[in-house]
């Protein structure tokens, strides 16, 4: 398309259609969302439809999440993608003016039949926040708090007192979760210690940590390393490829460069809520199929 016919499109859009500035308009075409894989779909996103009110954050998106991989979820500001990650584990539900539609299929169940238990859909389908929240307790029990909670863990003075004194399996626990999240080497000589005095880096590994402890399948990322230093998030980011071993791992980020460095396949949402490409992460930046997904990689708009 040439450069005029593209201004033209451009203007066309500010006057109406759903475009940001600098982005054209083009048709989607169904096969640039086909992505083939080998392995098994961890979640299939099926015809997803989200409202605020009477708004449209997301519009008709289907797309297989592949299991044990990174999938990058990318896009301009306000096009959808935390809207589209909260979807994956109900997290929308919280959200009073948000309404959504259509099927999200996790082990063959429909995540959003009434029948499915919130607590336990969270516990696998784990999620990881912009900001570290840590919670303002000991570095050992922000580990351990969720498998007591869930019953998995009996530990303290009642506990000791009726016999059923797990210390030792939380003390497994604790050193094997931080271990998993490449922190147990700068933490295991303060455990006690409250967590809030940990560097930003290290409260986001502690959350991912924490995350682990329920032992989850699915590990939701919403720009998990956007508040961190460049050395905080390369190490964010080695983790996030060795966790994809054994866990599915969704993750939104603003940075393509690294969409481009850490995941397996990317999807790639624009204005209004469309998803309008999703293939292989090297597919999409080297020879992306849609003219808008090129202006936008290569920083047209956005
Ligand atoms: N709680 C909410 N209530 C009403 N509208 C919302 C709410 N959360 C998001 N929206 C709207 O839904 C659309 C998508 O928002 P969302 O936060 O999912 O975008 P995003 O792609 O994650 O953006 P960013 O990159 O800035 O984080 C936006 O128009 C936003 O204003
Ligand atoms: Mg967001």
Not at 78 to 105: H, P, Q, Y
């Amino acid at each position: 398309m040439s450069e005029t016919i593209k201004e033209m499109d451009s203007e066309q859009n500010s006057s109406g259609s759903q475009t940001t500035k600098g982005e054209t308009e083009e048709r989607i075409r169904a096969d640039w969302v086909e992505y083939d894989f080998d392995g098994q779909p961890a979640l299939s996103v099926e015809d997803l439809d989200v409202y605020y009110g009477d708004e449209q954050a997301i519009q008709s998106v289907s797309m297989d999440i592949p299991e044990k991989s990174v999938t990058a979820l990318i896009g301009p500001s306000g096009c959808g993608k935390s809207t589209f990650l909260r979807c994956l584990n109900r997290m929308n539900d919280r959200i009073k003016a948000a309404r959504v539609d259509g099927n999200i299929e996790f082990h063959g169940q429909n995540i959003y039949d009434d029948d499915v238990n919130l607590v336990e859909l969270r516990k696998r389908i784990g999620m990881v926040f912009q900001q570290p929240n840590p919670f303002p307790k000991s570095i050992r029990d922000n580990i351990a708090y969720g498998p007591r909670k869930h019953g998995e863990l009996d530990t303290g003075l009642l506990a000791r007192l009726l016999g059923r004194d797990d210390s030792e399996e939380e003390e497994e626990l604790v050193e094997r979760c931080l271990k998993q999240a490449a922190i147990w080497d700068e933490v295991n000589d303060r455990l006690d210690d409250n967590a809030l005095g940990l560097s930003g880096g290290q409260q986001q590994r502690l959350c991912i940590a924490r995350c682990l402890s329920v032992e989850p399948e699915v590990i939701l990322m919403d720009e998990p390393a956007s508040a961190l230093d460049p050395i905080a998030t390369s190490k964010i980011e080695d983790l996030i490829q060795d966790l994809a071993e054994e866990y599915t791992v969704v993750i939104v980020t603003h940075s393509m460069q690294q969409a481009a460095r850490i995941s397996d396949q990317t999807a790639v949402f624009l204005t209004g809520g469309e998803l309008v490409e999703y293939d292989n992460t090297d597919k999409i930046f080297e020879n992306p199929e849609s003219q808008r997904v090129e202006d936008y990689i290569t920083g047209k708009f956005g």
